[in-house]
């Protein structure tokens, strides 16, 4: 399917913003000017859990050079490590629920600053936002997308490859991965997703894609929004775009409805 852009880098901002909401606009535009300076391109990837961002993220990553963020993987290295934040975060994902946004953040924020890389040669954010608050937060820290993938697939799709993830890791299996935490995350997606591209839209490139085809499929379309890479930017080894799994803790343009359930 053909993606449907939504908004743009730099929008022209409307004559009836109050102050306030122009002074963020240009804070947020400004932003993304400085870093699109630097040669290097930020991607936020967003979809329902199991809709295949994480397999998008890592062709994406190779193919453009940038860092892949998957907050889910830095969420569960905290996990493996024992950590205090660790064990909150494995009592919430086996529940299905959402972590604090300030939590998140601090972790991001430490991984950003650890991984200077990813700010160098761009990055690529798996995970986050997931809700309108955490998606002014992002764009507060300075975590400025220049353009957006949003991947759109049914309920009965999701689960189908979320039990079929479980099955494939067997004892390794993750602990969200079970049908009853998946209807409780795919209705958290529902509830929020679009007030949180709404607050998006307002500064931001997007593409609504769909995400129902096989990862072929899928990622001819994420090509065909993104564009051809910069020559200028090397391809970043699978390693290094991944280096946090293995490392130590230490009113903008209108919103597509996602699509009816198959």
């Known amino acids: 399917a053909r993606p449907h852009f939504i908004g743009s880098t730099c929008p022209t901002s409307p004559a009836d913003r109050n102050f306030d909401s122009e ?3 240009a804070h947020h535009a400004l932003l993304a000017l400085l870093v699109g300076r630097a040669g290097a391109i930020n991607i936020l990837i967003f979809g329902p859990p199991g ?22 993987d830095l969420i569960r290295n905290e996990i493996a490590h024992g950590t205090a934040f660790g064990e909150e975060a494995k009592r919430a994902s086996a529940a299905g629920e959402l972590l ?9 924020r430490r991984h950003f600053r650890t991984e200077r ?18 998606a002014h937060a992002m764009l507060d820290e300075g975590l400025v997308p220049h353009k957006i993938i949003v991947l759109d697939a049914s309920e009965r799709t999701v689960l189908k490859r ?10 390794a299996a993750r602990a969200d991965d079970n049908t009853k935490s998946a209807d409780v995350r795919f209705r958290q997606y529902n509830q929020h997703r679009n ?30 929004f993104l564009g051809e890479p910069d020559p200028g930017i090397p ?7 991944h280096a946090a799994a293995g490392a130590s803790p230490g009113a903008g343009a209108a919103v597509s409805p996602r699509p009816a359930a198959a």
């Not at 809709?51 to 889910?72: D, E, F, L």
């Not at 997007?206 to 096989?214: A, I, Y």
Request: charged content about 20%; proline content about 3%.
């Open 235 to 241: 391809p970043v080894r699978r390693a290094r775009a």
């Open 100 to 108: 604090p946004d300030a939590t998140i953040l601090r972790v991001l």
């Open 117 to 134: 890389v990813c700010l160098e040669r761009g990055w690529l954010l798996d995970g986050f936002p997931r809700t309108a608050a955490q």
């Open 162 to 171: 979320i039990l079929g993830r479980a099955a494939s890791a067997g004892a």
């Open 23 to 25: 002074m963020r606009w």
């Open 195 to 224: 007030a949180t591209l709404k607050a998006l839209t307002e500064y931001l490139r997007m593409g609504v894609l769909d995400g129902e085809g096989d990862v072929g499929a899928v990622n001819a379309s994420v090509n065909a």
């Open 51 to 72: 809709v295949g961002k994480g397999t998008q993220a890592r062709i994406i990553a190779q193919r453009y050079g940038v860092c892949h963020v998957s907050t889910g």
